[in-house]
């Protein structure tokens, strides 16, 4: 199996939602698909909403994470690194989610990424949840460089 871009670029990130070295977190691993990111995702038991279904922050934050990849790769194939003194190059200011339909507790699910916007202060993206072939949740991410301070 290819390395995931998170193990690639940020293998010490302690991030609850896509750190490799965090272990209590939810380690997701994201990799490039031509112009766009993919990933599966099984959640754990204990990601339950209370009815079953997968909890709207756990949706949200793998939603969030998931376009860190995305914004992540193309901030590197623009050749936009990190400031000097800082572990990342861009960091979420906003990320409005829709809950279109239940997300299964009990499943493996498919996250897409695509990059809408691209300049070196900000980045947009696109990213959504399936499963079934149906959109689950999908947001849309607005990122900005992340500056030393
Ligand atoms: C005190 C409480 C503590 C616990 C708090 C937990 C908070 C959470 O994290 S909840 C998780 C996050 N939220 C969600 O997952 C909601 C997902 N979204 C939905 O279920 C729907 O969009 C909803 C209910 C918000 C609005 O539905 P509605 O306005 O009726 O639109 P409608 O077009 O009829 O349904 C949309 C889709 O949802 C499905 N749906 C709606 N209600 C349900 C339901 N009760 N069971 C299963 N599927 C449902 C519909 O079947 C439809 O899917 P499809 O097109 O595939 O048939």
Request: hydrophobic share 40%; proline share 7%.
């Amino acid at each position: 199996m290819d390395t995931s871009h998170q193990q690639t670029y940020f293998p010490d990130l302690p991030c609850f939602g896509c750190g490799p070295a965090n272990a209590l977190g939810l380690q997701l691993q994201s990799f490039v698909d031509g112009d766009r990111v993919t990933a599966s995702f099984t959640p754990r038991p204990e990601h339950d909403n209370g009815l079953g279904f997968l909890n709207g922050g756990i949706i949200a934050t793998v939603l969030d994470c998931h376009s860190a990849a995305a914004v992540t790769h193309a901030a590197h194939e623009r050749g936009w690194p990190a400031d000097p003194g800082v572990p990342l190059p861009y960091v979420t200011a906003g990320l409005d989610v829709r809950y279109r339909r239940p997300t299964p507790l009990r499943a493996t699910l498919t996250l897409v990424a695509e990059v809408r916007e691209a300049s070196r202060d900000e980045i947009t993206a696109h990213v959504r949840i399936e499963h079934d072939g149906k959109v689950r949740a999908e947001a849309d991410a607005l990122w900005k460089r992340w500056r030393a301070r």
